[in-house]
């Protein structure tokens, strides 16, 4: 295929900065143009959009995304042997590439956001820590953020524990009850491990997810404590599970409307809710 632009290909640019992914970075690089370019087009419109970008590496994401006519793009990165290649990007695309070298899990989305612009978060997490990002982006006070959807790739079996619910007892679990919650979470297509360099040993998915504009009121910690404790022994009992929160889990049970013999699985996201609104 041929390139987006009139940058080099990928391959020649890695070669040329010495760009070897690193396992303890959790890198896997994309090449394939094809699969950059939908990754972009699946986020949606982005004309006139601001887009973060977590993990860029050497750019293939990044070019997708500025090709596919996004207005401004922020990529983080905290691997500083990426910075030349993504400065190529950024003269290229001059005035619509924002590098920032830093720890994604350190930086609040909401400051990097103009706030004049719509905004969406497009990216190739690196594996390592996408869970422990998406707990963060979802877990802010200030609700609904200034995204408005999220296209991310994750390894398969976490992007099913994103979207799954009580109809899905193997993979429902805290992830699924925290995004169940606050969004609308969807699995757009697999990714192939072949299409990586190195290829991961799983099978990757892109997910999208979506703000929900009006949330089921909720105390964050409190949904974060009850489900750590119903889940961290989902075989048991509910009446059995939350015993160590402190307070009677019967009390508790029978305030949110649930049977003693519920366990954590067979729970939906909104008796989660009025549970944690009852520990609360």
């Not at 987006?4 to 090449?31: S, W």
């Not at 990097?112 to 719509?118: A, D, K, V």
Request: aromatic fraction near 6%.
């Amino acid at each position: 295929m041929r390139e987006p632009d009139d940058l080099p290909p990928l391959r020649e640019v890695v070669h040329k900065h010495d760009l070897m992914p690193k396992r303890a970075l959790g890198q896997n690089f994309l090449f394939d143009l094809n699969l950059t370019g939908r990754i972009a087009r699946s986020a949606g419109p982005l004309a006139g959009h601001e887009v973060l970008e977590v993990g860029p590496g050497p750019g293939g994401l990044t070019r997708a995304l500025l090709a596919e006519g996004a207005e401004r793009v922020i990529a983080v990165e905290r691997d500083a042997r990426c910075l030349p290649a993504l400065a190529e990007i950024g003269a290229r695309y001059a005035g619509r590439l924002e590098v920032v070298e830093a720890d994604a899990l350190e930086l609040d989305p909401a400051a990097l956001f103009s706030g004049t612009r719509p905004a969406r978060i497009v990216a190739n997490l690196p594996y390592n820590v996408g869970t422990a990002l998406l707990v963060r982006w979802l877990t802010v006070p200030d609700w609904p953020p200034r995204w408005s959807s999220a296209t991310l790739m994750f390894q398969r079996e976490v992007a099913d524990r994103i979207v799954a619910d009580e109809r899905r007892p193997d993979d429902y679990g805290r992830l699924g009850v925290l995004c169940g919650w606050r969004t609308r979470a969807r699995i757009l297509f697999d990714v192939s491990p072949q299409a990586f360099v190195p290829p991961p040993k799983v099978t990757s998915a892109v997910v999208q997810i979506e703000p929900r504009a009006d949330p089921l009121p909720c105390s964050v910690a409190a949904l974060e404590r009850i489900t750590r404790a119903a889940f961290g022994q989902r075989r048991k009992m509910l009446r059995q599970s939350l015993k160590g929160l402190g307070r009677d889990p019967r009390e508790l049970l029978d305030a949110a409307g649930l049977p003693e013999t519920a366990r954590a699985e067979e729970i939906p996201v909104a008796g989660f809710v009025a549970l944690a609104n009852a520990l609360a």
